[in-house]
T-cell receptor, first 115, second 109 residues
Framework: DAGVIQSPRHEVTEMGQEVTLRCKPI?????LFWYRQTMMRGLELLIY????????DSGMPEDRFSAKMPNASFSTLKIQPSEPRDSAVYFC?????????????FGEGSRLTVL | SQKIEQNSEALNIQEGKTATLTCNYT??????LQWYRQDPGRGPVFLLL?????KEKRKERLKVTFDTTLKQSLFHITASQPADSATYLC????????FGTGTRLQVFP
């Protein structure tokens, strides 16, 4: 299996621009997670899906952030408009667990820099 | 408030020694705890999971303990090697998986 695939690996954009990050989970995994990692705050859970349905989005910082999972093999995290404080590495992870809490398989991350 | 604490300072040890990393938490009652390894520029990789009713779990040179009374987990790497150098993250399961900020381990020859 190819693992969790994220794109782009690196994104540099200017403040105010729209950013879309993409994720393809491992086939057959029921859960998909979006995390954000910074030096100051570590890995923060933004949102997670179970069977394509958003379950908990309490970690999404504000309305500028949105996430979708239109099918079992694709998810997007969108930031509109982007701000410099959104600069971070964004990770997507999937899990095969039949309930929340199983081992997570992470992608390699998308490093976002907002100027 | 809920908190997961890992030593933010890097741990430097000599090759062959045992590395011990600590994960302390407050105001959580996790059903289990996980440890991950993260290399620079890469995503975290799962290492071990220990359940609340387990005191200890081993995998090759790795050993994890879980003390729900002390609210602490210890992660040991025996016979450490330079290739073990990485950041190690603990994660608690409540209704979702919450990560600590990680401890960087440096093993020097």
């Amino acid at each position: 299996d190819a693992g969790v695939i994220q794109s782009p690996r690196h994104e540099v954009t200017e403040m105010g621009q729209e950013v879309t990050l993409r994720c393809k989970p491992i086939s057959g995994h029921d859960y998909l997670f979006w995390y954000r990692q910074t030096m100051m705050r570590g890995l923060e859970l933004l949102i997670y899906f179970n069977n394509n349905v958003p379950i908990d989005d309490s970690g999404m910082p504000e309305d500028r952030f949105s996430a979708k999972m239109p099918n079992a093999s694709f998810s997007t995290l969108k930031i509109q408009p982007s701000e410099p404080r959104d600069s971070a590495v964004y990770f997507c992870a999937s899990s095969p667990g039949t309930r929340i809490g199983g081992e997570l398989f992470f992608g390699e991350g998308s490093r976002l820099t907002v100027l | 408030s809920q908190k997961i604490e890992q030593n933010s300072e890097a741990l430097n040890i000599q090759e062959g020694k045992t590395a011990t990393l600590t994960c302390n938490y407050t105001n959580y009652s996790p059903a289990y705890l996980q440890w991950y390894r993260q290399d620079p520029g890469r995503g975290p990789v799962f290492l071990l999971l220990i359940r609340e009713n387990e005191k200890e779990k081993r995998k090759e040179r790795l050993k994890v303990t879980f003390d729900t009374t002390l609210k602490q987990s210890l992660f040991h790497i025996t016979a450490s090697q330079p290739a073990d150098s990485a950041t190690y993250l603990c994660a608690l399961n409540t209704d979702k998986l919450i990560f600590g900020t990680g401890t960087r381990l440096q093993v020097f020859p």
